[in-house]
């Protein structure tokens, strides 16, 4: 089984990218766990909350049973999220950020227009938060590729990469 997470800063064509990697290979995404979580609490969290988005995410990938999994989110998401809005991280999200469930991290490049949504909280600090993404998996020694660019010169990118896990 191969496991694909794609990841990066609000706004940064993570959805998209999932949506059409699952159309190429004919699998379901796995959805980010947060927005749903969200949704149900009109967008109102606490800090705690945070382990259960990590649970929650968690579980959606294990409970995934496509040879390839694409994973909207992964581990390193809540471990920012936290670090940023709280100003430290739980020990359960440091252990899931720093156990090897994915054979590749895809970080996508806030390089691309912004797109209002309720349950988006910064706008303005994309590239501080993009750099926070790139310093955790370098940190984590995560094997990733970062994308950037248009859709398609993203797509070839991934494909490129996640064709070459497959030959392994």
Known sequence: MLKIAIT????????????SLSTHFKVDYIPEFARSFLEQRNGKYKQADLDEI??????SIVTSSHSIQICDSDFSVVEIWSSYKYGN???????????????????????????EDPLRENPDNRDELFEMYL??????????????????????????????????
Request: proline content about 4%.
């Open 8 to 19: 990066g800063p609000e706004s940064s064509g993570k959805t998209t990218l999932c949506e």
């Open 54 to 59: 990590a649970k929650g995410q968690l579980n």
């Open 89 to 115: 991280v739980s020990n359960l999200i440091t252990d899931y950020v720093k156990k090897e469930v994915f054979d590749l991290h895809i970080l996508c490049s806030p390089d691309i227009p912004w797109e």
């Open 135 to 168: 310093a955790s998996l370098k940190n984590h020694n995560k094997h990733f590729i970062v994308v950037s660019g248009s859709h398609d010169t993203r797509m070839k990118k991934s494909l490129k990469n996640i064709d070459g896990l497959k030959k392994k």
